[in-house]
């Protein structure tokens, strides 16, 4: 039976470095199966560059995964600006073996245009929200039961941000939907934490519902306090253990 993929978001090192080539590095210290390129900024995304090194660290995995940079003052659809963005998302993404590109619901305005994009090439998986963003469980669910080209990055903080109960919900009707899981949760009122350090046992517990998925599982917790290779260790070891 193949094992759960454990992939590492470079979004982890997002307060240590911004520049993508540096947190591939990071991410390749650890005993990994593929890295999610993680963008917040158009800018970051634009003024990306991936050095010969960092394309092959990311070359010997077969699969990673991308998390578009999206804004929802300026949302996705068919003009100049995103048909550039477009480009270099997918130039990007098929240089490094990415399989799955994640958008955030609220930041689309016209989704025939992103399926039309990037359907076919890519699974566009678009990834719930938290509750102030205005995109609510019941609207998403709907968007992706009405198209079937799009499918689902289920993010774990953001829909225990609902309540638990919502998260499960979801999870459950929208389960045949999901490529992938990002796994983190909101602790000491800090959002995108590490699960093995969480001392809600509530949260922890809900995550149960999740432990027979087979998708990739991307870790997408951020450091806080500097680089802490033992904390992100104890993560991966977490995956690894809890969903085989």
């Known amino acids: 039976m193949s094992k759960t993929k454990c992939l590492l978001s470079t979004g982890t090192f997002f307060r240590i470095s911004k520049d993508m080539n540096e947190a591939i590095n990071y991410a390749n210290q650890f005993n990994i199966d593929g890295v999610e390129l993680g963008f917040l900024f158009f800018e970051e995304l634009e003024n ?38 477009v480009k270099k998302i997918k130039k990007l993404a098929s240089l490094t073996n990415c399989r799955n590109i994640t958008i955030h619901a609220e930041q689309i305005e016209d ?38 080209k799009l499918y689902f990055t289920f993010d ?19 389960k045949h939907k999901v ?19 969480c001392p809600n046992n509530t949260f922890i517990e809900a995550l149960e519902i999740i432990k027979d998925s087979k998708c990739p599982i991307v870790i997408e917790a951020g450091l806080r306090d500097g680089f802490d290779k033992e904390l992100i260790e104890k993560e991966i070891k977490f995956v690894k253990t809890f969903f085989n």
């Open 179 to 197: 490529k992938q899981i990002h796994l983190s949760l909101t602790h000491n009122n800090r959002f995108h934490n590490f699960v093995n350090n």
């Open 156 to 174: 774990t903080a953001h829909a225990m941000e609902f309540s638990i109960d919502e998260f499960k919900n979801l999870y459950k009707k929208m």
């Open 48 to 85: 990306t560059v991936l050095d010969q090194e960092t394309i092959s660290i990311l070359k010997k995995f077969n699969y990673n995964s991308f998390h578009a940079p999206g804004d929802k003052k300026i949302r996705y659809k068919d003009n100049e600006f995103f048909n550039k963005i």
């Open 111 to 148: 989704f025939n245009f992103v399926i039309s994009t990037f359907s076919g090439d890519f699974n566009l998986c678009i990834e719930n929200v938290r509750p102030k963003d205005g995109f609510d469980n019941d609207k998403l669910i709907e968007l992706l039961i009405n198209n079937p």
